[in-house]
């Protein structure tokens, strides 16, 4: 299978705890983005990457949160002293430079209790 | 499972029907637009794309249509299944690559 990897598919965590997810892009993508998606709503951009380069956050994007990519692959998430607020879907899309082939993984289900 | 989208418009239809789902996207800069149908659960499914400098597109049994005069997007689908049954957003690309979605529109398809 060539989509795009997710890792966990659920994560239950206390508040205040920190939690990483990891993303496997589909390999001919350069392109990386992650999205959160609360119930209810469509999918908010959060970040993006182009190889290893992180070109853009959103303001949704705290200073709690962090994004990886190191070697232009696979990405990691990282959410520290997580909050109730936190819970959502994170779902991550890998593209073509030009937007074409933007597909989306399954999502990480985060939920803060 | 979980529901996706509680409260979200809701379009009903028969098997075999034809279904329409409208789009109203914000930035007339906007030139490539996405439609993805989402399963309880799961994340958005890539149905089909148009650029701006076109204004219809066909794929299997769908088309979209896109008016720019007006900003707005519709997703045909015919002889709706089932298996059709989700949450459909559009979604459009602002120049950066990073897609802003519409709120969603639940499709229930009864046999």
């Known amino acids: 299978d060539t989509g795009v990897s997710q890792d966990p598919r659920h994560k239950i965590t206390k508040r205040g705890q920190n939690v990483t997810f990891r993303c496997d892009p589909i390999?001919?993508?350069?392109?990386l983005y992650w999205y959160r998606q609360t119930l209810g709503q469509g999918p908010e951009f959060l970040t993006y990457?182009?190889?290893?380069?992180?070109?853009?956050k959103s303001r949704l994007l705290s200073d709690r949160f962090s994004a990886e990519r190191p070697k232009g692959s696979f990405s990691t998430l990282e959410i520290q002293r997580t909050e109730q607020g936190d819970s959502a879907m994170y779902l991550c899309?890998?593209?073509?430079?030009?937007?074409?082939?933007?597909?989306f993984g399954s999502g990480t289900r985060l939920t803060v209790v | 499972g979980e529901s996706v989208g509680l409260h979200l418009p809701t379009l009903s239809v028969q098997e075999g029907d034809n279904s329409i789902i409208n789009c109203a996207y914000s930035?007339?800069?906007?030139?490539?637009f996405i439609w993805y149908k989402q399963e309880s659960g799961k994340g958005p499914q890539f149905i089909i794309d148009?650029?701006?400098?076109?204004d219809k597109r066909q794929g299997q049994r769908v088309t979209v249509l896109l008016n720019k005069t007006v900003k707005h997007l519709s997703l045909q689908i015919a002889a709706t299944q089932p298996g059709d049954s989700a949450v459909y957003f559009c979604?459009?690309?602002?120049?950066?690559?990073?897609?802003?979605f519409g709120t969603g529109t639940r499709l229930l398809v009864s046999p």
């Open positions: 899309a890998s593209s073509f430079p030009g937007g074409e082939g933007y597909t």
């Open positions: 390999s001919e993508h350069n392109r």
């Open positions: 990457f182009q190889n290893e380069a992180q070109l853009e």
């Open positions: 930035n007339s800069a906007s030139d490539y």
């Open positions: 148009i650029r701006s400098n076109m």
């Open positions: 979604a459009e690309n602002t120049g950066f690559q990073k897609l802003v």
